[in-house]
Structures are given as structure tokens and as C-alpha cells.
């Protein structure tokens, strides 16, 4: 697979502090090495991993605020991930959401409420628990949304244009295998996060888990 897919951009330093070189050279242990030290061939490698996800994770950060201006001008770039979780799933409670990004009640209730605000979802009757309701998208919320769903994935075509179609399926292939390795054990919520947490682009390596980005 092509390496160095970053497009001639430099790669930040994911810790704060200087940029060290390809080999991990520099004062102090910044890398866990010894004052003296060589990196391991193991050590570059998850050192250059980290650097091309700071950048890949910038990226789809700035992705999710572009696509969520796309669907509504209103709309949140941490709220764009609960549209597409509801497109994939369907309605779902406000605690099956909360769960599954792992943010806190209140954080989800609040974006759920702008959502609702923005007329791109609505809360109806739960036919399994008439004490509960599910959210889903209205016929609006869900004709923007692909609208912008399926311009993005034509940029990507555009983007990937002169890959081998084998390199796009092995980059999702090993995309999917670090993004299942990393799934939480207990899908409950979890403790409040702050909102910045929350969703990227389709819960892409985005991103952190959060309704912005994205179970991707």
C-alpha cells in the first residue's frame, strides 16, 4: 500500500514539545528511549504511524465542520456522526446514542436538542416502551444528509483516482482491523466528556468515539 499518503504536508507532533526527526533523535527520552539510545526498527514504525494519524485525525476534524456546514449551517461539526449513526441504524433512544459514542447523557441531550431544533431529527414514541422514545431523521434531515454523504465519497473517488483498487480495499481493510481493535468493551455510556470529544467524521479513527466522525 502506498506509504506517506499525507500529500507532501508535515506531519505535527501528536505530544507537545519539538518535532524530533525520523529517528526519534533529541534531548531527554521524549520516545521512552534511553539517553543514549537508538529507536528500534518497531519503535520507527509506531513513531511514524503516530505521526500519519495526527495528521489523518486533524484532517477528518476539519472534514466533520465542512460536511456539517454542508447539511445546515447551523449544524455542529461533533453533531454530524449522530446523522449518519441514524441513517445506518434507524431510530434509536438518546441512551442507545450515548452508549454507543460514549459521551455523557447531557452532552447527548444537548446535541440532540439542536438537532431537533435544526429540523433534522424528531423524537417519536418508542412502540416497544411507550415510557421511551426513539430518535430519528425527518425526511429533510436524511435528503441533506446523503447529499452530502454521497458528494463526499465522490471526492474520495476523485481523491483515489490514480490507487490501485486493491490498495483502496486493503487501506479499509486495516482501517476496520484498528478501528474493531479498539472498540469499547462495555457499550453503556460513559462519564461526561467534553464536547470536542464527541463525534467525527463516521467515527473515523475521529475521531475519538464521539457523534462526530467517524463508528465511522
Do not use: I
Not at 8 to 25: D, S, Y
Not at 136 to 159: H, I, M, P, Q, W
Request: charged fraction near 30%; hydrophobic fraction near 35%.
Amino acid at each position: 500500500m502506498r506509504a506517506g499518503g499525507t500529500g507532501g504536508e508535515r506531519a505535527e507532533p501528536v505530544h507537545g514539545g519539538p518535532a524530533h526527526g525520523a529517528h526519534g533523535h533529541g534531548s531527554g527520552t521524549a520516545h521512552g528511549h534511553g539517553a543514549g539510545g537508538d529507536a528500534t526498527g518497531a519503535d520507527l514504525a509506531y513513531l511514524a504511524l503516530e505521526r500519519e494519524l495526527a495528521v489523518f485525525l486533524r484532517r477528518a476534524r476539519a472534514s466533520s465542520g465542512e460536511m456539517a456546514r454542508e447539511v445546515h449551517p447551523g449544524l455542529e461539526p461533533a453533531a454530524y456522526g449522530l446523522l449518519v449513526r441514524l441513517d445506518e441504524a434507524g431510530g434509536q433512544r438518546a441512551t442507545e446514542l450515548a452508549g454507543y459514542f460514549g459521551v455523557g447523557k447531557a452532552t447527548m441531550s444537548r446535541q440532540l436538542r439542536a438537532l431537533e431544533e435544526l429540523g433534522l431529527v424528531v423524537r417519536e414514541p418508542d412502540p416497544a416502551d411507550g415510557r421511551a422514545s426513539l430518535v430519528r431523521l425527518t425526511g429533510e434531515g436524511r435528503d441533506r444528509f446523503r447529499r452530502v454523504r454521497d458528494a463526499r465519497r465522490a471526492r474520495y473517488v476523485r481523491k483515489l483516482a490514480g490507487w490501485d483498487r486493491a490498495e483502496v480495499a486493503e487501506l479499509a481493510r486495516l482501517l476496520h482491523q484498528l478501528n474493531t481493535g479498539s472498540e469499547p468493551r462495555d457499550p453503556r455510556p460513559g462519564p461526561e466528556r467534553a464536547p470536542d470529544s464527541a463525534p467525527g467524521p463516521e467515527r473515523a479513527p475521529g475521531s475519538t468515539p464521539g457523534p462526530g466522525g467517524h463508528r465511522p
